[in-house]
């Protein structure tokens, strides 16, 4: 009896855990593997000022997209996160640059009171 019963969930599901999957009918989940593939995402953190972001996207012709993780912060909770899309080498690039100019903009920003200029 479980022999038949797991040959029936083989052929109704190509993958473990399909039987608990809601279906998606939208427009925007249909991609197939030749789309995505070579594209790369790079996450941007929370608190990136907005400024950054538009200069990634225009500097190096990154595609603002959104997607749903698991974020750890107090409970585990799905959130929406911005990514930039592109290949794997301008991500790469973009991810140096971006680590610079936050460098950047916390070293403008913050300015101890003992230092003097």
Known sequence: MTKQRSEKTNEENQFIGDEYAEEDDSEEQVTTGNEMEGLYDLMIPPGIPESVIVELVEEFDLEPVSREANVDIVEVDSREIL????DLETVNEAHDYMIKRM??????AFKSPWVKD
């Open 83 to 86: 990514m930039l899309r592109g």
């Open 103 to 108: 460098h950047e903009v916390v070293d403008e």
